[in-house]
């Protein structure tokens, strides 16, 4: 395994997790002056399942378009180039280490969940994992719109879990449900993972030219018809 591929140990998980609730707060110290709300990405959790849908969606998102996002375009500032570089690797890393796992070693996926410790019993918290994977998906959303009105069953329980999704017409989940869902969400990724691979062989339809017969049907060219 290439250097840039090395999951990242506990200490360098505990120091991006910093690292992004240290930068995300400036930022929205920041931009609640102008009575914005700007919904960064606080945690690693949020970030592993972010990266986990940017990385299984039908098609590829460079880190010039998914790293602004983790602070909705509003950059935080940097004190320095060495402060920059140290963040960029860390979430660089860590990318690339889970897309190993996610299309290399699907044995080694595990994702990044809260634990939350109450009355000394720990437990797992799925929400910020599930919110981070809605907002990969909200980078594209015309694309997964294909997934969603071929098998809305794969993402249902994304949303939910979520917190940030109220479903109009969808009946009162069970605690028992809401525990189902959590331990599939593993398989779901490699469901969806899959559903885009295939979506990504089918061969695509020809684009009609300026001149051909407009597909509609109507015998003009399609400049002067659907086109205009």
């Keep these: 395994m290439q250097e840039h591929e090395k999951p990242l140990d506990e200490a360098e998980i505990d120091e991006l ?39 299984t969606g039908l098609n590829p998102i460079s880190p010039s378009e998914w790293l602004p996002a983790l602070w909705r375009g509003k950059l935080p500032k940097f004190e320095s180039e060495a402060e920059l570089q140290k963040l960029t690797d860390l979430l660089m890393r860590h990318m690339n280490a889970l897309a190993n796992s996610l299309f290399e070693d699907p044995e080694s996926f595990a994702p990044i969940y809260e634990i939350s410790e109450e009355d000394g019993s720990e437990e797992v918290v799925v929400d910020e994992w599930c919110y981070g994977y809605m907002r990969g998906v909200e980078l594209r959303e015309k694309d997964w ?25 969808e009946e009162e989940v069970t605690e028992e449900e809401r525990e189902e869902m959590r331990e ?4 779901l990724v490699f469901a969806i993972r899959d559903f885009w691979m295939t979506e990504a062989e089918k061969p695509k339809a020809p684009k009609t030219g300026r001149n051909d017969p407009c597909p509609c049907g109507s015998g003009k060219k399609f400049k002067q018809c659907c086109l205009h």
């Design 17 to 55: 997790n910093e690292l992004l609730f240290s930068y995300s707060e400036k930022v929205e110290q920041d931009h609640a002056k102008d009575s914005q709300e700007v919904d960064c990405v606080f945690s690693i959790s949020e970030l592993d399942g972010f990266l986990t849908a940017v990385l």
């Design 145 to 169: 719109a294909t997934l969603q009105e071929a098998q809305p069953e794969l993402l249902l329980p994304f949303m939910l879990l979520s917190g940030a999704y109220s479903l109009e017409g």
């Design 184 to 187: 599939s969400l593993p398989d």
